[in-house]
T-cell receptor, first 115, second 111 residues
Framework: SQQGEEDPQALSIQEGENATMNCSYK?????LQWYRQNSGRGLVHLIL?????REKHSGRLRVTLDTSKKSSSLLITASRAADTASYFC???????????????FGQGTILTVHP | ETGVTQSPTHLIKTRGQQVTLRCSSQ?????VSWYQQALGQGPQFIFQ???????GRGNFPPRFSGLQFPNYSSELNVNALELDDSALYLC??????????FGSGTQLSVL
């Protein structure tokens, strides 16, 4: 079953604009991760934020986490046409486990960046 | 490139048949996780192998089974294929408590 719900389902913007995607989840988590997928191929890990963190940055990416609202957002600043892809949030509820591998993914946001 | 390779890239089977999908993990990774991604959906966790033992399973029936070998490569076997098994099957390798590295997937079509 899908734990996360992502909003919006699709987002279309112009190059240079910022893109914000939101993710909500249902259960307590150990960490939340964001992934990118190009055209139904493999997923690429973008960023991981732990349950005791509120904000994290990586290059043009900014992720926030609000555990009280069970929600997260991914902001991509100064978007480029090459950012066009599907973006998924994934939660890891395996507190104290041996691996981050057992993830529950949302349904994703399709981002289109027009040149 | 993640260093995780999956084979084959595409596969067509008929209902009732059996299929084996293969995954070579990235060097140094001893954990392999398998996911099923239906069209337009997010991936769903099937199971994970850690040092050749199953280390967690998602909500999939027993006809989905797996193996991990001493070199940490892995197989996913699906018996008695159903039409709803048509999906992209993704393998991801990792070290304990580290992020996942995904392969490009095997696209399975069941007719």
């Amino acid at each position: 079953s899908q734990q996360g719900e992502e909003d919006p389902q699709a987002l279309s913007i112009q190059e240079g604009e910022n893109a914000t995607m939101n993710c909500s989840y249902k259960t307590s988590i150990n960490n939340l991760q964001w992934y990118r997928q190009n055209s139904g191929r493999g997923l690429v890990h973008l960023i991981l934020i732990r349950s005791n963190e509120r904000e994290k940055h990586s290059g043009r990416l900014r992720v926030t986490l609000d555990t009280s609202k069970k929600s997260s957002s991914l902001l991509i600043t100064a978007s480029r046409a090459a950012d066009t892809a599907s973006y998924f949030c994934a939660t890891d509820a395996n507190a104290g486990g041996t691996s981050y591998g057992k993830l529950t993914f949302g349904q994703g946001t399709i981002l289109t960046v027009h040149p | 490139e993640t260093g995780v390779t999956q084979s084959p890239t595409h596969l067509i089977k008929t209902r009732g048949q059996q299929v084996t999908l293969r995954c070579s993990s990235q060097s140094g990774h001893n954990t392999v996780s398998w996911y099923q991604q239906a069209l337009g959906q997010g991936p769903q966790f099937i199971f994970q192998y850690y040092r050749e033992e199953e280390n967690g399973r998602g909500n999939f029936p027993p006809r989905f089974s797996g193996l991990q070998f001493p070199n940490y490569s892995s197989e996913l076997n699906v018996n008695a294929l159903e039409l709803d098994d048509s999906a992209l099957y993704l393998c991801a390798s990792s070290s304990p408590n580290e992020k996942l590295f995904f392969g490009s997937g095997t696209q399975l079509s069941v007719l």
